[in-house]
């Protein structure tokens, strides 16, 4: 069976300082990847997506980006933080359009 | 531009009754539609989804209903039971595209 896995849970971070958050999915092959932001008393916001390896596409313009360095595996990075930037971080992963997709538990990170 | 919007963002029920979450949607070339409930602190799970060829789509006490001239779907829950008390995105896709759209939620609150 697909699982995904996400992490950390948590994360306290100061303003300025870098991000990174990791996303692996087990028991699929060539996924699409997805990472989301849900801020508070906001919806789901699409942040990136990827369809393959290197191959990322990023719907908002932020101080935020992703990579995918291997076939189930993205990160999301920022060099700087913003307070901004505070949210819950959702990574999903699915097998294209008309499909579910699979959320992870997702990362609660607060810049302060 | 929000895409899948849900005009309600709350919506308190009896235990028993029926509960009704509503979403429309903009994009005509949406043909892929998915319910989502989500706890706090915990990723979306997946409910139930529709294609737009179909107008209905059952799974046990939950329904969704697809009107696509007025570009609405709605979810149907009974028995609601308190245990269905969470936040519900509904989402939309194309089927030959990648992205999926999520509204800003609907916070169901079952009262026992």
């Known amino acids: 069976s697909q699982t995904i896995h996400q992490w950390p849970a948590t994360l306290v971070q100061p303003v300025g300082s870098p991000l990174s958050l990791e996303c692996t999915v087990e028991?699929?092959?060539?996924?699409?990847l997805y990472w989301y932001r849900q801020a508070a008393g906001r919806g789901l916001q699409l942040l990136f997506y990827?369809?393959?390896?290197?191959?990322i596409s990023s719907e908002v313009p932020q101080n935020l980006s992703a990579s995918r360095p291997q076939d189930r595996q993205f990160i999301l990075s920022s060099k700087k933080l913003l307070l901004s930037d505070s949210g819950f971080y959702l990574c999903?992963?699915?097998?294209?359009?008309?499909?579910?997709?699979?959320f992870g538990q997702g990362t609660r990170l607060t810049v302060v | 531009d929000q895409q899948v919007k849900q005009n309600s963002p709350s919506l308190s029920v009896q235990e028993g009754r029926i509960s009704i979450l509503n979403c429309d949607y903009t994009?005509?070339?949406?043909?892929?539609f998915l319910w989502y409930k989500k706890y706090p602190a915990e990723g979306p799970t997946f409910l139930i989804s529709?294609?737009?060829?179909?107008d209905k789509n059952e799974d046990g006490r939950f329904t969704v209903f697809l009107n696509k001239s007025a570009k609405h779907l709605s979810l149907h829950i009974v028995p609601s039971q308190p245990g269905d008390s969470a936040v519900y995105f509904c989402?939309?896709?194309?089927?030959?595209?990648?992205?999926?759209?999520f509204g800003t939620g609907t916070r169901l609150a079952v009262r026992p």
């Open positions: 999903a992963w699915n097998l294209g359009g008309g499909t579910e997709a699979f």
């Open positions: 028991g699929t092959s060539n996924p699409n």
């Open positions: 990827s369809v393959g390896i290197g191959q």
């Open positions: 994009n005509s070339m949406f043909d892929y």
């Open positions: 529709i294609s737009s060829i179909k």
């Open positions: 989402a939309a896709s194309e089927s030959s595209g990648d992205k999926l759209t």
